[in-house]
Structures are given as structure tokens and as C-alpha cells.
């Protein structure tokens, strides 16, 4: 078996389970998936990123636990962090080989391995990638807002998702206005449109709104999508797999909504990662844009 850490927001948790997913049908054996550090952070009131890969059609959804469990969870519970007691546990006494991202390359996993990491490239699994995009179909239906707003996206010729992010990020890791703007002008002479439809996803929309009033030439409409909060991701997520073109952010929530996307011709602008960040953000694909 194979047994993956699942940790942090949608987009990480996406390129986690791609991983373990392509490191088990490699290695011809099945997946488990470790969330306990969902119960942890609940527990200890760190910032809520829930463990979303339910709401998706995976094929290995079944979850790695350990005789320690009750024990952490219980004293998580009391206020007493011992996570790295499981961790120690898990290295010593699962006999299991435990790797970590930076220790190991794809071509070295084998059978009964414990992965530990974020592993944000498409190296990791883009043998797999028919398979990853049927695995990651939303399973749930959209709420009549969304199915409004799909309708439109779909309907909308060269319709453009740009991901404004702010949120958790401090300022170092924030993306000016001088690259969004050079994105759209891009995007506006290579695909020869008179006007570009552009669907703006953020957690903070009046950040957004600030940031491209006055900015914007008539010709590119802005429509900021504000119609689902952080816990609704998933269908912004969803939105965004359906426009033809992306401009995302540093992040590695618009890296999925732009791979996932299955419109022909598309093209995906990335910010260019300099060579002392390149291990903090997720990496462009080879045939995407960098600005």
C-alpha cells in the first residue's frame, strides 16, 4: 500500500492525493489516505482548511489510521498538541518507508511507503492525467447561483478565469497589479478579441474590486464572482475548470482550476517563480505562460 498526508487547502489536498494516486497505480497496489491532521487543527483552532476530497469521484477514498490515534485525539482534544508524537510513531513503528518531498524522486517509491509533502508539479502524476481529471468530477450538484453563473461561463466566447489572491498570504507573497494587467493585454493580443470576458475569483473581492478600478480598458469586463465563501470553494473551483482561459494567482488553488480545464487551445498565464520561491508555490506546466 501506499499512504499519502493529506494536509492543508483544496488545491494542496488535490496534489497530494494525485501523487499517492499515481506513486500506487505505479507500484500496482492501492491508497490510503492520512487526515488526521484535519482533527488536529480543528481541535486547535489553527486557520479551518477542511479536508474536501469527499466531495470528489475518487477511486481511493479509504483512510490510514493507527493504534495511536485514539491517544493523540484524546489529548488534542484537552489542549495537549502531541502530533508529532504520531509522526514519530508512524517513522519508528508502522513499518512503513517514511518520505519526505524533498528526500525522494517519483521514480524511487515503491510498495508500503508513507508520503509526506505537498509535491506541486505536474512531474508528480502527468502520466495519469486522464485518469486524475475524471477523479477529481464534483460529486455534488451546484446551487441554482452557480448553475446561473456556469451557464453564463459556458456560454461566454473566450471566457477568462483570473484568480486575485490575498487571504492568508502576507504582503512578500502578493501579486502586483502590473501582472494581472499584462496577463489580460496578453491574452487580448494573442487571441485577437475585440473584448475578453473575465471572470474574477478572490477571497477578497473588494480587494480585487480596489485593485482594477481605473485600471482596466473598456474592452475587458471584469465580473467579480462573490457568491461563495472559503467553506464553498469547491464550486469556484468548479467555475473556473469551466472558462476557456486562466490567468491564476501564486497559488495552488487556480493551478487546479486551469489543469483540470479540458477546453481546447486554452491558454494559462502563471506568474514566473523565482528560483529562491520555487519550492513555496506550485509550478507552472511546461506549455503555460510566465510573466
Known sequence: MIVIRIQAGLGNQMFQYAFGYSSALKNSTYLLQDIGNYYYRKKQQIHPRAYKLFLYNTSFNKYFEQPIDNLVNALNAIGISC??????????????????EDEITFHNINDNSYLSGFWQSDHFFKDYSIDLRK???????????????????????????????????????????????TALNYLKSTLQAHKLRVFVFSDDPHSARNCFFGSVPDDIIMSYVDINGEECGHFDLELMRNCNHHIIANSSFSWWGAWLSEHNNKIVIAPKLSSDRQHLFARPCSDWVTL
Not at 478565469?161 to 494581472?180: E, I, K, P
Open 83 to 100: 502530533n508529532s508524537l504520531r509522526d514519530k510513531y508512524i517513522r519508528c513503528c508502522s513499518r512503513l518507508s517514511y518520505i519526505n
Open 135 to 181: 477523479e477529481f468530477k464534483l460529486t455534488i450538484e451546484l446551487d441554482e447561483l452557480n448553475i446561473r453563473l456556469l451557464e453564463e461561463i459556458i456560454s461566454t466566447k473566450n471566457s477568462v478565469s483570473l484568480h486575485f489572491r490575498r487571504g492568508d498570504y502576507n504582503y512578500t507573497h502578493h501579486l502586483d497589479r502590473n501582472y494581472y494587467i
